[in-house]
């Protein structure tokens, strides 16, 4: 079978082990049931995600031109801390800001090949651990607004890393840190803003597993514009990563706005 469309990130159930879905032009592809099946991925183009054009990708599935005009990918989106909605500033789209920042957000530990700090809107968990490939996480604060979030993310990483070691992770590395310890020692450099939303020390790890059959003792990630075509025989999958038997991963995420011609058995 074959299906031909534009790459946005795969969509998640959070089931043991995680399901995944690839949305393909509104055609679903159950990627679960491929892992042990030879695909092959075909480069067929590009198509930003907001004007359709089929100019190249800048970033995050928009071309260039979108990519500074979208209020989803302005600067507090990476910065939580530039937040400015709860003073009514506006970045790019003010309706648009206020809807997305201000909403509960949750400041989070993670073991993603190495613990490390983030923040999300608290509606998206547990979707943002999965899509960062993470085996454990848990919470630390709730705040009200994505500034407080931001400023305490801040304020911990000074102390403990806020990025993901992704070849780590797709080789399923474990650091085998206590998260429940290293949050308790956190807790200390909270900023005085947000020590009201400290969550209650009760909670408990939500642990995630993947769909994954071997793990690659080494990562080789595939680039379309260099391998415009490439078949191997799909061993897993993880955040969202695709991951086959010859150690080849590919990052959906990071293809965003790729036209691609996706063809199994069936």
């Not at 990630?221 to 799909?234: A, D, F, I, R, V």
Request: proline share 5%; glycine share 6%; net charge positive.
């Amino acid at each position: 079978m074959t299906e031909k469309g534009v790459l946005i990130k795969m969509s998640v159930r959070a089931e043991t082990p995680v399901q995944y879905t690839l949305n393909l032009n509104d055609h679903p592809v159950l990627m679960n049931n491929l892992i042990g099946q030879t695909i092959q991925i075909r480069f067929s183009g590009y198509q930003c995600l907001s004007c359709g054009a089929t100019r190249k990708i800048f970033r995050q599935g928009y071309c260039y031109d979108c990519f500074y005009k979208q209020p989803d990918v302005g600067e507090w989106v990476i910065r939580p801390e530039l937040s400015k909605a709860h003073l009514g500033l506006e970045d790019r789209d003010l309706a648009y800001e206020k809807e997305a920042q201000l909403q509960p957000h949750v400041v989070y530990l993670a073991e993603s090949g190495g613990a490390k700090v983030g923040v999300t809107r608290k509606s998206q968990i547990p979707t943002r651990w999965i899509d960062q490939g993470a085996s454990r996480a848990v919470a630390i604060v709730e705040t009200p607004n994505r500034y407080l979030a931001g400023i305490t993310e801040v304020a911990l990483k000074k102390h403990i890393s806020d990025k993901t070691n992704w070849r780590r992770m797709l080789k399923n590395e474990q650091s085998g840190m206590d998260l429940m310890e290293i949050r308790k020692r956190l807790l200390d450099f909270v900023p005085e803003e947000a020590r009201p939303y400290i969550l209650s020390d009760t909670l408990r790890e939500t642990h995630i597993d993947y769909p994954v059959t071997t793990w690659p003792s080494r990562v080789v990630s595939l680039n379309l514009s260099k391998t415009p075509e490439y078949s191997g025989t799909l061993s897993g999958i993880r955040g969202q990563y695709l991951m086959f038997t010859d150690h080849t991963v590919f990052n959906i995420r990071s293809n965003e706005g790729t036209v691609i011609e996706l063809t199994w058995p069936g």
